[in-house]
């Protein structure tokens, strides 16, 4: 058995280049409405409130978290459920309240350590992002 040597069929490669593809084809699609980096990263800072709050759900809501939540059911059973509640009762007062997300959208800034540095200065600019780069290496 050589060390390239796969399980893989001729369905599988299938699967894989019609997902690249379909993905390739909706990006280069979605370019159209794409004019700057406001857009790219905010989608052009039109987003209604409910798609907002969907967004941030899913942002929260990693397979991280969803596969610690699977364990925690399994272990703790109805008992942790308590913890999907507080998570859904958050992310509804907060996305349906608009707060925080409407003072950052009157600063126009694009990120949060942005915001770090208007508020208060440029080291602590620096110190929010390199601790939102390494959480979000661990993380992963």
Excluded: H, K
Excluded at 13 to 38: E, F, K, T
Excluded at 62 to 72: D, I, Q, W
């Amino acid at each position: 058995m050589s060390l390239y040597d796969t399980n893989f069929t001729g369905w599988d490669w299938g699967i894989v280049v019609v997902y690249l593809a379909a993905s390739i084809v909706i990006g280069l699609w979605a370019n159209r409405y794409v004019g700057n980096l406001s857009d790219y990263l905010l989608a052009g800072r039109t987003l209604r409130i409910r798609l907002a709050l969907a967004t941030m759900t899913g942002t929260e809501l990693g397979l991280v978290t969803v596969m610690y939540s699977a364990e925690l059911g399994f272990l703790q059973q109805y008992a942790s459920l308590y913890l999907a509640l507080y998570e859904a009762a958050f992310l509804l007062i907060i996305g349906l309240s608009g707060f925080v997300v409407y003072r950052l959208r009157q600063t126009a800034v694009l990120t949060i350590p942005e915001f770090y540095e208007r508020r208060y200065s440029r080291g602590v600019r620096v110190v929010g992002g390199s601790m939102m780069v390494i959480s979000g290496v661990l993380n992963m």
